[in-house]
Nanobody, 120 residues
Framework: QVQLVESGGGLVQPGGSLRLSCVAS????????MGWYRQAPGKEREWVAR???????TYADSVKGRFTISRDNAKNTVYLQMNSLQPQDTAVYYC??????????????WGQGTQVTVSS
């Protein structure tokens, strides 16, 4: 089983930036994709971005052009650089990891989440 630990959340003013990190450990030999989701109060969890070992990053339309996902394979870590943050970006952000084969994604685990609050 894979263990995922997120960090980097916090309080930021509108227009500010944050960088989230997620470190994977445990059984990771079959992991080739990692991603980020978020869940705002009273809303369902929504997909934010994903990056696979061999493909290009993909993003939800709501964050495209503002967020950048990247990974450091040597450190088993995925990052989410968030710029131009707005109050509607306020949510708990979760990291996930799994195996992407063609268009089929099989998730291996979730992180515990990190709170991001955008407020003046």
């Amino acid at each position: 089983q894979v263990q995922l630990v997120e960090s980097g959340g916090g309080l930021v003013q509108p227009g500010g930036s944050l960088r989230l990190s997620c470190v994977a450990s445990g059984i990771i030999f079959n992991i080739n994709a990692m991603g980020w989701y978020r869940q705002a109060p009273g809303k369902e969890r929504e997909w934010v971005a994903r990056i696979s070992s061999g493909g290009r990053p993909t993003y939800a339309d709501s964050v495209k052009g503002r967020f950048t996902i990247s990974r450091d394979n040597a450190k088993n870590t995925v990052y989410l650089q968030m710029n131009s943050l707005q109050p509607q970006d306020t949510a708990v952000y979760y990291c996930d990891a799994g195996r992407l084969s063609g268009s089929v994604y099989s998730r291996s685990g979730w992180g515990q989440g990190t709170q991001v609050t955008v407020s003046s």
